[in-house]
Structures are given as C-alpha cells and as structure tokens.
C-alpha cells in the first residue's frame, strides 16, 4: 500500500489549505485514516482520524478549525483546514491501517506534505 500526500504550501494566518491523501496497491480493506503532524523540534501529534465509515476523531489544538472526510470508492482522505495559525506550520503525513493483498493489516506511512502559516 502506498500513500501519496498532496496540497501543503503556504498559507497567512486565518488562511486555508486543503490537503489529500490517496492510498494505492493491492488493497483488500483500509480502516483508519489518520493525519499527523510533526514540528521543527516537536512530537509526531495526531491531527484527524477518519474511520472506514466516516466518524471522526480530532485532537483539541485543531476542533472546529480543520475538518477531515474521506472518500473510500478513491481510498482518499481529506484535511480542510481553516482559520490557520502560524503553530500549525509542520509536515503533515497521512497514515492508514490497511491490509494489502495477501497480507496482515499494518499501518503504512505516506511521505510528509509541508504546510507553512506565515504572514
């Protein structure tokens, strides 16, 4: 399974970026999918979990400000984010709990996206 991570860039504060992730291969079934972030000198943290049947779980740095969706008929998630601020700069991954063909389900990691809030 890969994961291809696409619509970082740069953004001012209180600006909007929409970012998507489309999972490929021989997949049999994906369940979560999940949005990470990491920081220059921070932790990996959570952003956005989306289960196989739309539910959604946020961390409290991002509720009301970034909504996650997914589209299973394309194995795409979705991160719209608004209202940005400038500590919401970080590389954002997207990783999903999948089984590929033939095999047990694991997690798999797509490279990061940048997202820059600047003024």
């Known amino acids: 399974v890969q994961l291809q991570a696409s619509g970082g860039g740069y953004a001012q504060p209180g600006g909007s970026l929409r970012l998507s992730c489309e999972a490929s291969?021989?997949?049999?079934?994906?369940?979560?999918m999940t949005w990470v972030r990491q920081a220059p000198g921070k932790e990996r943290e959570s952003v956005a979990s989306v289960s196989s049947g739309g539910s959604t779980i946020y961390a409290d740095s991002v509720k009301g400000r970034f909504t996650a969706s997914r589209d299973n008929a394309k194995n795409t998630v979705y991160l719209q984010m608004t209202a940005l601020k400038p500590e919401d700069t970080a590389v954002y991954y997207c990783?999903?709990?999948?089984?590929?063909?033939?095999?047990?389900?694991?997690?798999?990691w797509g490279q990061g996206t940048q997202v820059t809030v600047s003024s």
């Open positions: 291969g021989s997949i049999e079934r994906i369940d979560y």
């Open positions: 990783y999903a709990m999948a089984q590929a063909a033939g095999r047990e389900t694991q997690g798999y």
